[in-house]
Nanobody, 126 residues
Framework: QVQLVESGGGLVQAGGSLRLSCAASGRTFSGFTMAWFRQAPGKEREFVASIRWSGGGTYYADSVKGRFTISRDNAKNTVYLQTNSLKPEDTAVYYC???????????????????WGQGTQVTVSS
């Protein structure tokens, strides 16, 4: 059974940084696409970034490009999201998600991800 457990959220001032972690377990993840989504109060869950477990190809939402970096550590079965230059509008619950392979055009489609973590809160104060 696949389990995704996020950690690393917290309260940070605007301009600060946080590193979010997603520990994955339950199977081998080669061939998986892993992603981070976020959901702010009253808003829909939106795509942030994705990475292919094999090969490491990455894809970012325009709103975070140049500020956030997604990466993975195969030995630790962990996916990371380094968030820099945080803004108050980055405040949200951040979710880790996984899917078995996805074509490029579906990487940002939350409906295609079958595995989800419980989320970690990121709050950015102005």
């Amino acid at each position: 059974q696949v389990q995704l457990v996020e950690s690393g959220g917290g309260l940070v001032q605007a301009g600060g940084s946080l590193r979010l972690s997603c520990a994955a377990s339950g199977r081998t993840f080669s061939g998986f696409t892993m992603a981070w989504f976020r959901q702010a109060p009253g808003k829909e869950r939106e795509f942030v970034a994705s990475i292919r477990w094999s090969g490491g190809g990455t894809y970012y939402a325009d709103s975070v490009k140049g500020r956030f970096t997604i990466s993975r550590d195969n030995a630790k079965n962990t996916v990371y999201l380094q968030t820099n230059s945080l803004k108050p509008e980055d405040t949200a619950v951040y979710y880790c998600a996984g899917a078995i392979g996805l074509p490029y055009k579906l990487l940002s489609d939350r409906g295609k991800y079958g595995y989800w973590g419980q989320g970690t809160q990121v709050t950015v104060s102005s």
